[in-house]
């Protein structure tokens, strides 16, 4: 059965396409939609106009999956969208025009369903995954990965921007601001530094973005995605102060030209701080946790592709902030009859499962044989 | 308020109307805003050269062919490259700056608006409108410009109608579309073509020669073809553009479409010729269609300044004038998708795409 996850950004509109057997998924298929949110807003509230892009790029979306012979969907949305004040009108008007529900994830549940996504890294010495938003920024240490282990910076790119920002882009003098800034909060929150973390791994939209542009920067080759972190630097320092910043930027992720500037330069800061050896982008994040999810706990606003769309012909009641409840599910079986998975805290490194975990950065699986991370269910 | 207007790159019909339709709209809806012609598009806005422009300068314009500011190609990619150490996007901005624009409105094509999407991301307030025959801006429906040149590139392939009867004739009509079919395509089908090329689809030298055979076996004695400057044999479909530009000059041709012609003569055996109807398509008066489509946009985008609305180009989707950013259509082109509906209702009509 082929399943789907839509995300919504404040940049794009991005989904993946998986085929699902059982309690294992595998994404067959990925795509991006430019969609930039930020420029349709009217004050605090997104415009008809962004509206109309909104229903238009999820329209299309839906149509993909269609010819992909996809049966269910899940749309779904974050900081981008729970930032607007007309979320409910917004949220209605696309559930009216396309059958899909969008569900709201908060700061938290991404931190979760990104790691869940990424748990292949937990075998990495002293591994942190770092998730860049534009309402918050996610940390979390692998070998920690409960709710003590995960810090959240309670601000994101638009904050930074809004603060710092008065143009398009911050100007050297603004970075340094903001770097300040930054640097003053890792510290707050008593974040471990110099070394302590081995390996940073980046995830989410913008950190795939920005290595994008370092990609084009640096002119690196090779599927890995790494980023030496000296070049980072010299990438950061063009992108605040020289001529054809803006040009590189808008040649790689021309969507993203407010939010890449300020989001190199906090990476700066945070590299700084932990001091990593190893720093990689890692294409898998919400999306692919969040199915994860799905699977495992039947749980998610489903969209039909068979037969009549869910819940089309009803104006849809607004469910916003609805997290992932971390509960123990009323049913010990998913709605497919299968049994539902138990969870173990991870306190060691399982060796049996080492192996194939090791494999799974290399690819675009979604597995959830032998994996032991404790993020949904509490 | 000062706001800037400029038309950069190829010029076309519409021009003058949509810098009218600014003009006016600005006038009638805040008339202390002083509104300023920069001449000869970017490079105007590089070297500083603008002009002050009253009510007058906007009379008698919207069916007036060209523009009245004056145009030039200025390379998106040539805009970063340093040059007595300063660099031309640096040399705009400080001149946007210096100047005290409050808003510049770019009319212009794909390049043109990859250049004004660089222009916002450093600071500068820009409203940009889709200007180019080929129609082939992301995000809009049709860019003005776009039917003046179907207009007359269908006259050119109906003109040619009675001179390939009475000849007994295959003629090539060469329509201008370096990388999109969208004129060739409306072109041909309005103007009764027999074959259309569009660089969309790639085509073969057999195919076109069966559909030519077939309406001679059928009785036609001659045959139009509408080829696109852009059409792509797909024997070449690979080749990087200068390698297709070497594979023409080896052969003394000056495009695909003489080769196409010199082909079709040695292996059909029937007469040959080409006509390429060129500049003329970007000349003369706008249709009334531009010349509406122009009055919409420019007022739309007036507005859009007067509502404090900046990094957007104007559209029209589904009939409706609205607006994208430019970052999402910056550097995007609008290709004839395979599957359009216009395509199907020529196929089924009988008409051979080369494939």
Known sequence: ?378 | MKVGILTSGGDCPGLNSVIRAIGKHLINNSPETEIYGITDGYAGLIDGEFRRMSAEDFSGILNVGGTILGTSRRPFKQMTLPENGTTRLEKMVENYKKFGFDCIFTLGGAGTHKTAALLFAEGCRIIGLPKTIDNDIFGTDTTFGFHSALDIATECIDRIHTTAASHGRTMFVEIMGNKVGWLTLYAGIAGGADIILIPEIPFNLEKVAEALKRRIEGGKPFNIVAVAEGAVLDSEVNFKKKERAFARRTLNEATVTNHLAQWVSDNVGVETRVVVPGHIQRGGNPSAYDRLLSTRLGSFAAQLCLDGKFGVTAAIVNGQITYNALTEVAGKTKFVPADSQVIRAARDIGISFGD
């Open chain 1, 1 to 378: 059965m082929k399943y789907s996850v839509i995300d919504i950004s404040s940049s794009s509109l991005s989904f993946i396409v998986a085929d699902v057997d059982g309690g294992s998924a595998e994404v067959i298929f990925k795509d991006r939609i430019t969609l930039s949110l930020t420029q349709y807003m009217e004050g605090k509230s997104l415009s008809a106009r962004g509206t109309e892009k909104l229903i238009s790029a999820i329209n299309a979306a839906k149509q993909k999956c269609t010819a992909l012979g996809v049966e269910k969907a899940y749309l779904i949305a974050t900081a981008a969208l729970r930032q607007i004040d007309n979320f409910g009108e917004v949220h209605d008007a696309a559930a009216q025009a396309t059958g899909m529900m969008i569900k709201l994830i908060d700061g938290k549940a991404e931190g979760r369903f990104d790691l869940m996504a990424n748990s292949g890294y937990a075998t990495y010495d002293r591994a942190v995954l770092i998730d860049i938003g534009g309402a918050s920024i996610e940390i979390c240490d692998f070998a920690d990965p409960s709710e003590e282990g995960t810090k959240f910076l309670k601000f994101g790119i638009f904050d930074l921007n809004r603060k710092f920002v008065d143009d398009i882009q911050p100007t050297e003098d603004e970075a340094k601001k903001i770097k300040k800034y930054v640097k003053k909060k890792l510290a707050e929150a008593e974040l471990p530094k110099d070394g302590a973390y081995s390996t940073v791994v980046l995830v989410g939209a913008t950190n795939n973005a920005v290595y994008d542009v370092y990609a084009d920067y640096a002119k690196t080759e090779g599927e890995e995605k790494r980023i030496d972190i000296k070049q980072f630097k010299k990438l950061s320092a063009h992108l605040t102060g020289d001529p054809g910043r803006s040009a590189l930027v808008l040649k790689s992720a021309p969507e993203r030209i407010y939010m890449l500037t300020t989001a190199a330069v906090v990476l700066n800061a945070i590299f700084k701080r932990f001091r990593p050896e190893n720093v990689v982008v890692s294409d898998r994040g919400v999306k692919e946790g969040y199915l994860r999810f799905i699977l495992e706990n039947g749980e998610g606003e489903e969209y039909n592709f068979e037969g009549e769309p869910h819940e089309k012909s009803q104006p849809a009641p607004v469910k916003r902030g609805r997290k992932p409840t971390g509960k123990k599910p009323k049913s010990e079986t998913r709605p497919d009859g299968a049994p539902k998975r138990k969870y173990v805290r991870k306190k060691k490194q399982d060796e049996s499962v080492a192996g194939k975990e090791q494999s799974a950065p290399e690819n675009a699986d979604v597995q959830t044989e032998g994996d032991a991370v404790d993020g949904a269910k509490e």
